[in-house]
């Protein structure tokens, strides 16, 4: 079994940003990457928020530079996919279908994944109509039509901020209540340009074609007769909520109650000395890619002091 001074796990922003730091610093880092190189930027379409891009950037141009300068400044990275940490006892032992490996510290960066309807259209449409980042993509639908889908706080979020951006933001919840928090249901009712459709779901989104021309309308079914209706729009984001990828950890390192891996005040220090979080895993606040880098450089730099002082 090969050891590491350090391996991180996953290979979005959170984790090469961690690699290229950690490298910098002489700790040879292995990134285990996944089966698919670059994380959730994957499918982000144009980054115009990522710092440095005067022009809009390619979400997986991004992603394959941070790789490329992790690897030049010495990290290096295999495709596997952990099932399993041990951290009963040090060094760790990292476990992947493929390979295993044991290590002195181990940075998580596995992100989250945003929950999708799975209703025809959806797929189709991500990138060019369809989002689950109000943050990211809600300037390309400047003064025009969109809708939310959810109630919890995230899409109670994304409705307000839409609001300051678009004409219109349709709010489709499956239920009349909200779970979001009162305060941010009372800002949603005091604004003019959200309109709540509560009892109603989204059965398909409909486009035009070539798909890259964006989308036209939703068909909404009401939950409680199962009449249905059009609304057009021209995007839709679904706030559905995000699963963190944290199943080989469960049982090994304190989570949240929604899965994520707790992180001791605010920071990447997680229930086990010698592991550290970074990125979306840890983060069901933020969920940027300059925030998921600059936990991966957090996540490093901790790194060194650790081995420094506890190894
Ligand atoms: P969430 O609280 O789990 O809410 C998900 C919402 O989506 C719920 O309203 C749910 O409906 C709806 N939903 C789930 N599956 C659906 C489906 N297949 N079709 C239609 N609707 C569906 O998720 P979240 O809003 O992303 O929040 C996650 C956690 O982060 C929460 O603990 C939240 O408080 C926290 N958070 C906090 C802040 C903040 O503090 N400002 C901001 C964002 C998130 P039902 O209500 O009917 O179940």
Redesign the pocket.
């Known amino acids: 079994m090969e050891h590491r001074k350090l391996v991180i796990i996953g290979s979005g922003a959170a984790g090469w940003t961690a690699a290229i730091y950690a490298a910098r610093a002489g700790l040879k880092p292995l990134v285990i990457a996944g089966m698919q190189r670059g994380g959730q930027m994957l499918i982000a379409g144009e980054v115009e928020n990522f710092p440095g891009f005067e022009d809009a950037v390619d979400g997986p141009d991004l992603m394959a530079r941070m790789e490329a300068q992790a690897l030049r400044v010495g990290a290096e990275a295999t495709d596997d996919i952990v099932v399993d940490l041990d951290v009963a006892a040090r060094p760790f032992k990292i476990a992947g279908e493929f390979d295993s490996w044991t290590a002195d510290a181990v940075i998580i960066a596995t992100g989250a994944t945003a ?1 999708w ?1 799975g209703v025809p259209g959806e797929e189709d449409y991500q990138g060019s109509g369809v989002s689950a980042c109000a943050t990211c993509d809600g300037f390309f639908f400047k003064d025009q039509k969109v809708a939310v ?7 109670a ?1 994304e409705a307000l901020y839409l609001s300051n951006i678009c004409t219109e933001v349709h709010l489709i ?3 009349n209540d ?2 979001a928090e009162r305060i941010l249901q009372d800002r949603i009712a005091r604004t003019k340009n959200i309109h709540f459709h509560g009892e109603r ?1 989204v059965k398909e989104i409909h486009g035009r074609m070539p798909r890259n021309e964006g989308i036209t309308h939703l068909e909404l079914v009401s939950t409680v007769d199962g009449s249905t209706e059009s609304l057009e729009v021209d995007g839709v984001f679904v ?4 699963d963190p990828a944290t199943k080989p950890f469960v049982g090994k390192i304190d989570l949240d109650s ?1 899965g994520y891996i707790a992180t001791r005040e605010g920071g990447v220090a997680t229930s086990v000395p010698g592991v550290f979080a970074a990125g979306d895993v840890a983060d ?2 933020y969920r940027q890619a300059v925030t998921a880098a600059g936990f991966g450089c957090m996540a490093a730099l901790e790194v060194q002091h650790w081995l420094r002082d506890a190894v």
Do not use: C, D, F, S
Request: hydrophobic content about 25%; proline content about 4%; aromatic content about 0%.
């Open positions: 929950r309807l889908v959810g109630g919890g706080n995230t899409a979020e919840h499956r239920r909200m779970r779901t706030a559905i909520g995000h929604n069901p606040r």
